[in-house]
Structures are given as C-alpha cells and as structure tokens.
C-alpha cells in the first residue's frame, strides 16, 4: 500500500473540535494524487495526453475521531482495475486505531466526459498499486 502522512490543521476542524467528515475526502484524494505520482503517472501528464480520472462512487466509513495537529497515515492502494475504471481501497491511522476507510471508484475519460479505456502506460503504472483490503 502507498503511505501518505497528513497533519491535521486547525481549519479542518468542525465545532466540535473534530475533524470535519468533509475533509476525510480531501485526503484520501491527496493521498491517490500521490500514489499515482509515485507510481509514475501524475494527474497533470495525464491531463495533457488527453484523459481524466474522475471519482464515480465513494463509500467513506468514520470510525474514530482525528484531532488538531493529530499525524495521519492514509494507505492506499487498488483492489480491481477494469477496462476503463479502478476501485481504491483506503484507510486512515492514527497510532493503531483506524480512522476512517474508503472505497473509491474512478473511471477514465476524456476531456469531454466520454468514457474511455485507460491508456497502457497507465495501466502499467497503476498494477504497482494492486493490493488486497487485508493488507
């Protein structure tokens, strides 16, 4: 799984001193952006050859609360790549407790929204991330 190290900031905090369900999808994102960096394929190389990753579906479960200046790990990897789509699997950890999980479907398209296959590059790339939910 690719690891990606978060802290929290004070804005991202709701009144009640948590932080906001809303930025939970803010980091898994930050954290697929840097997988795929890593992986050799950044969102902007892909933007100009010509195709977009765009999120399908999200299921997020929050599971325990992250705090102010709290460091989180987000681990991410790919479960199942499809012709034209990719499921992500995602876990948020803070010490040894499980913050928050997402399972994240994106699909490929083109700039003009039409659903395409992904390119090879890409898929070599991303078969880097292929991990099972166990991990």
């Known amino acids: 799984m690719h690891e ?26 930050e954290a ?12 902007d190389q892909l933007l100009n050859e010509g195709f977009l990753l765009v999120v399908a579906q999200i299921e997020t479960r929050f599971l325990a609360p992250a705090h102010l200046s709290d460091s989180l790990l987000i681990e991410s990897g790919i479960t199942q790549i499809r012709r034209a789509s990719a499921q992500w699997f995602q876990r948020i950890t803070k010490g040894k407790t499980v913050v928050a999980i997402q399972n994240t479907r994106v699909g490929c398209t083109t700039p003009q929204g039409k659903p395409c296959k992904f390119p090879n590059e890409l898929q ?12």
């Open 124 to 135: 070599q790339a991303i078969k880097e991330l292929l991990v099972t939910k166990e991990k």
């Open 32 to 43: 697929r952006i840097s997988a795929m960096d890593k992986a050799g394929k950044s969102i």
């Open 4 to 29: 990606t190290i978060i802290k929290v900031r004070f804005n991202e905090l709701d009144a009640y001193g948590h932080v906001n369900h809303s930025n939970y999808l803010h980091y898994f994102e």
